[in-house]
């Protein structure tokens, strides 16, 4: 038997299904007169009627019934699969890479794999640490999350948490040893912990500001670490001053495990920010990754 024309096969099944040729030709785009004569060549092939028609409705005869009955779970289950096909287009896939300081992987990034991840299965988000004071957004990293929105050219800047501030504390039992400082001049008496930056190599200079006065301190200190957390238990542990981000020790200051000084010399400053190349069109997996990251909308470019 010649093969079938399925144009007109899907042509019969809308019209058994709508009971009339007019509500059929509406449904497929169609006029009345192009689908009548689209039928009469099915029954013409089929030398056989398949719809009995009356003025007021269309129905299928014994034999449109069982053709019906054979077809019409076949077209549910390609429309099926075509709705399928354009949900898997348009389902964000694939891996997204974002270097990070682990401060920020904690506090932003983490938190926003929390929410997003479980909603969408083929969605990779990869989290690189080991460099986190670069933060490039160079490949194979999709984008880098730094402090403040100062950029490179050709990059963007969205940010993606609050304002934040730094802190210097020490526990009760260095300040039984050490009266505690009131300027940042004074630190350079006291015993600090140094924070050697990944990245440059080189230790981090104490950055403070009052009133829009800016100073910068370098100190000295036995102790000289590479990562946030052992600062922070060096300061626990009573081995100096420590200068840390805020959020960080905010607890051990409320229960007492450290004391805090020079706050009023601890002003907020722009937090962190998602920095990427400046494209127009983005992937759909990136895409999503930065609406949900998103912190106020606002975003820098050069």
């Excluded at 963007?156 to 300027?183: N, S």
């Excluded at 990944?198 to 670490?225: I, K």
Aim: hydrophobic share 50%; net charge neutral.
């Amino acid at each position: 038997m010649a093969r079938e024309n399925y144009h007109e096969l899907l042509a019969f099944v809308t019209v058994a299904r709508a009971g009339s040729f007019t509500r059929a030709a509406t449904q497929l785009g169609v006029s009345q007169s192009a689908l009548s004569h689209t039928i009469r060549a099915l029954e013409t092939r089929f030398d056989m009627r398949l719809l009995m028609r009356t003025t007021r409705s269309v129905a299928p005869t014994e034999a449109g019934a069982r053709l019906l009955a054979t077809l019409a779970p076949r077209f549910q289950e390609i429309e099926a699969a075509l709705l399928d096909l354009v949900a898997v287009r348009d389902r964000p896939a694939g891996t997204v890479r974002i270097t990070a300081s682990g401060h920020a992987a904690d506090t932003i990034l983490l938190p926003m794999l929390a929410r997003l991840l479980p909603q969408y299965p083929a969605l990779n988000v990869e989290i690189d640490t080991s460099d986190a004071m670069v933060a490039t957004a160079l490949p194979p990293a999709d984008a880098g999350v730094r402090l403040g929105e100062h950029l490179a050219r050709g990059m963007v800047a969205m940010r993606i948490g609050p304002d934040l501030r730094m802190a210097v504390v020490g526990a009760p039992a260095y300040f039984a040893r050490q009266a505690a400082p009131t300027t940042p001049q004074q630190l350079t008496a006291h015993t600090c912990i140094n924070l050697r930056l990944p990245a440059m190599g080189n230790l981090a200079t104490w950055e403070f500001s009052r009133d829009g006065y800016p100073v910068n301190v370098r100190v000295e200190g036995q102790a000289v670490l590479n990562g946030v957390p052992q600062v922070r238990a060096a300061a626990l542990a009573g081995l100096g001053l420590a200068w840390t981000l805020e959020d960080v020790v905010q607890e051990d200051i409320a229960a007492g495990r450290l004391v805090r000084v020079l706050e009023d010399w601890c002003a907020p400053f722009a937090g962190y920010h998602l920095h990427y190349p400046s494209r127009r069109q983005h992937a759909p997996a990136f895409a999503l990754v930065l609406d949900a990251l998103r912190y106020d909308g606002a975003a820098s470019t050069t």
